[in-house]
């Protein structure tokens, strides 16, 4: 049993693809309700239930993968380890993170999502506000996803879980292999000559008009605060194994 979890953006529709490869496998992705499915938001159960319902099926004869459910990273962990299921961070070369991410961000704004677009007129204010550079809707959607993947990652570097570099995972059988407790008899369609890609995020944005984000600026000011430390981007990336 392997819950899996991440922010999104890191090719999770793919690995919840190859993993669906192993025979008797029952993999779950991006859900918070683990006997039903459905998308995030939708009949959302609380961590200790999913993982109680992933014992079940595993009790079954299943073997149980949970992919991209959205859970607080260290509520994530300790439930998972006080039930026997491994508990494991996905994470993607964070500036290409960041990009996928700030493509969500801005479509979802665009289609009228308000919850996103509070958070953006929020950092406009408290943090655009203060910085030498355009106070304009790239940036604001920039620093929106920015904080976004950074506040999952560093909670989940704080919490001490273990981390998955996405792209391993799709290039290095071995290194999947270890990650997912996959058999040695299994064979991977993926990685003989069957790949699979599953895009779910496009990182680019061709046709909707949108500017570029003052990028490198973003990522030098924004820091994030955990249990009084705080780490900045550069910080991060080196803590998850990117230089």
């Not at 239930?49 to 079940?56: G, I, L, P």
């Not at 289609?111 to 203060?130: F, I």
């Not at 570097?157 to 999947?176: H, K, N, P, T, W």
Request: with cysteine.
């Amino acid at each position: 049993m392997i819950l899996a979890d991440s922010i999104g953006f890191a090719a999770t529709h793919t690995i919840s693809e190859i993993l669906s490869g192993i025979p008797n496998a029952e993999v779950r992705h991006g859900t918070r309700n683990f006997a039903k499915g459905g998308a995030v938001g939708e009949e959302d159960t609380p961590v200790d239930q999913f993982v109680a319902e992933m014992k079940q099926s595993a009790a079954s004869g299943k073997r149980v993968y949970a992919v991209h459910c959205l859970y607080s990273a260290p509520q994530g962990r300790e439930v998972c380890l006080a039930n026997g299921v491994k508990h494991r961070i996905i994470v993607r070369e964070p500036v290409r993170h960041v990009r996928s991410c700030f493509a969500w961000w801005v479509k979802k704004t665009l289609g009228g999502d308000q919850v996103g677009y509070r958070k953006m007129v929020t950092l406009d204010e408290h943090l655009l506000s203060k910085l030498p550079i355009p106070r304009n809707f790239p940036n604001a959607a920039y620093a929106a996803a920015l904080s976004h993947v950074m506040q999952f990652n560093i909670e989940a570097l704080e919490a001490g879980c273990e981390i998955l570099q996405m792209e391993r995972l799709v290039s290095e059988e071995d290194y999947f292999r270890e990650s997912f407790d996959v058999p040695d008899d299994v064979t991977l369609s993926h990685f003989s000559g069957a790949e699979v890609h599953r895009a779910s995020h496009k990182d680019k944005l061709e046709g909707l008009g949108v500017g570029e984000a003052n990028e490198d600026a973003l990522r030098q000011v924004v820091r994030w605060t955990v249990a009084g430390k705080t780490t900045s981007f550069a910080e991060m990336s080196a803590r998850l194994g990117y230089s």
